[in-house]
């Protein structure tokens, strides 16, 4: 028997473009490391120990898919921020640490909005807005990047 939730997560990733892909493993991430806060508390080794190991691999595979020719600075920095966040997480799981897989959490929400705003700049009808604010001003040249028509 399928589980719904999982059936319900490979449905939405089969529609979702890349920034979404980018956002879904943020959120990933995000509640492997709020799972492992509670084994923490629960002091469950095997199951913190799981968690973060998990969100490492997925770390792993968003640093993977950074095209630095094309990304260029914010390709770099995120390489940066994904080096950090992989050695942080390793001290938190050493240490046992709330606190530093808290803070890691609380990165993670930050860039995670930093991704949801580039995907609602990309949506439909972001799209469609820069369309009409063109036609109103009478510029033909959309400015801005990842404004599509």
Same mark, same amino acid.
Not at 50 to 78: M, S, T, W, Y
Not at 89 to 112: F, G, N, Y
């Given at each position: 028997?399928?589980d719904?939730?999982n059936? *319900?997560?490979? @449905?939405?990733?089969? /529609?979702?473009?890349?920034?979404?892909?980018?956002i879904r493993? *943020?959120?990933?991430?995000i509640?492997?490391?709020?799972? @492992?806060?509670?084994?923490?508390?629960?002091?469950? %080794?095997?199951?913190?120990?799981?968690? %973060?190991?998990?969100? %490492?691999?997925?770390i792993?595979?968003? $640093? /993977?898919?950074?095209?630095?020719?094309? #990304? #260029?600075?914010?390709?770099?920095d995120?390489?940066?921020? *994904?080096?950090?966040?992989?050695?942080?997480?390793? $001290?938190? $799981? %050493?240490?046992? +640490?709330?606190?530093?897989? +808290? $803070?890691?959490?609380?990165?993670?929400?930050?860039?995670?909005?930093?991704?949801?705003?580039?995907?609602?700049r990309? +949506?439909?009808s972001?799209?469609?807005e @820069?369309?009409?604010?063109?036609?109103a001003?009478?510029?033909?040249?959309?400015? #801005?990047? /990842?404004?599509?028509?």
């Amino acid at each position: 028997m399928t589980d719904p939730r999982n059936a *319900y997560r490979e @449905a939405a990733v089969r /529609g979702a473009n890349p920034v979404q892909l980018v956002i879904r493993l *943020y959120e990933q991430v995000i509640e492997d490391l709020r799972q @492992a806060l509670k084994a923490i508390e629960q002091n469950q %080794i095997d199951l913190r120990t799981n968690k %973060i190991n998990h969100a %490492i691999v997925v770390i792993g595979h968003l $640093q /993977g898919c950074l095209n630095f020719e094309a #990304g #260029g600075k914010p390709a770099r920095d995120l390489n940066q921020f *994904y080096d950090v966040l992989r050695q942080n997480l390793l $001290q938190a $799981q %050493i240490r046992a +640490s709330k606190q530093i897989l +808290s $803070q890691q959490i609380t990165d993670l929400l930050e860039v995670r909005a930093a991704w949801m705003e580039v995907e609602r700049r990309e +949506s439909p009808s972001a799209s469609l807005e @820069a369309v009409t604010a063109t036609t109103a001003t009478g510029n033909s040249t959309l400015r #801005g990047a /990842g404004q599509r028509v």
